[in-house]
């Protein structure tokens, strides 16, 4: 997991790092597995760093001099829309602003005077950072098996050679395994669809729901069946309704 920590204050900064990370190595040893934390003074040299790199968790100091935390907010769903943002504070002023940028909730400062609290918001990220860690083991034709996590994979369908494409924003993987086996594990995770017959999409990518296909994040289009329509507009409608629960 990659956890990144914005803070101006050097000491604030150091507090909620240990304290973080020893929560989540405490009581989520899953989660510790290739655990990567990145702490950031400067929130200018971390929105630098996030062009690059994508991290499942950003803590975020709100009362910062150079940009206040909701700037810097703002900054990141510009580059990334997806990440859980979590902010740090000794005051609730800009709740509302933080709903805004779509914040998972509020870690208070010092986290080990409001333990209570962090935990609790910690267990209702966790089911959200555990399914970032999801990963479809894909058996690549003239290739090694490739782990690729759910959170990668934005479509998949059959190509015109009758093999199964896992395609996500930089790659197309081609499967030996069969499309009725990817199926059955890809449509018990919430945030896939069938919206064709053997295609597969994945509701966190699309940008936009267009009258015959889904448009995604990346500009592809991946078609909807007539047959399915109504029911994978409702479905993808039930989905965005019911995201953050």
């Not at 860690?133 to 090694?144: N, T």
């Not at 395994?177 to 999409?201: A, G, N, P």
Request: proline share 2%; charged share 30%; glycine share 4%.
């Amino acid at each position: 997991m990659k956890l990144a920590l914005i803070d101006d204050d050097e000491n604030d900064l150091a507090a909620a790092t240990d304290y973080i990370t020893g929560y989540i190595l405490k009581n989520h040893g899953e989660l510790s597995y290739n655990l990567k934390t990145s702490s950031y003074l400067n929130p200018r040299e971390f929105l630098s760093d996030l062009r690059t790199e994508r991290f499942d968790l950003i803590v975020l100091d709100i009362f910062m001099k150079d940009m206040n935390g909701i700037q810097v907010a703002h900054a990141i769903r510009d580059i990334d829309r997806d990440c859980n943002i979590i902010f740090l504070t000794s005051s609730d002023a800009f709740m509302l602003d933080g709903y805004l940028v779509f914040a998972s909730g509020y870690f208070i400062k010092p986290l080990d005077e409001h333990a209570a609290e962090f935990e609790r918001t910690f267990e209702y990220i966790y089911p959200k950072l555990m399914a970032k860690h999801l990963e479809l083991r894909v058996p690549v034709i003239k290739g090694a098996d490739v782990d690729i996590p759910y959170s990668n994979i934005f479509f998949v369908d059959i190509n015109e050679k009758h093999k199964l494409r896992v395609a996500t924003r930089t790659q197309q993987f081609i499967s030996s395994m069969s499309y009725e086996d990817c199926q059955k594990w890809l449509l018990t995770d919430k945030r896939f669809l069938e919206c064709h017959y053997r295609i597969i999409v994945n509701m966190d990518r699309i940008a936009e729901m267009l009258d015959e296909d889904f448009l995604l994040d990346d500009g592809r289009k991946v078609p909807i069946s007539h047959r399915k329509r109504k029911e994978a507009k409702w479905q993808y409608m039930q989905y965005l309704a019911h995201k953050g629960e």
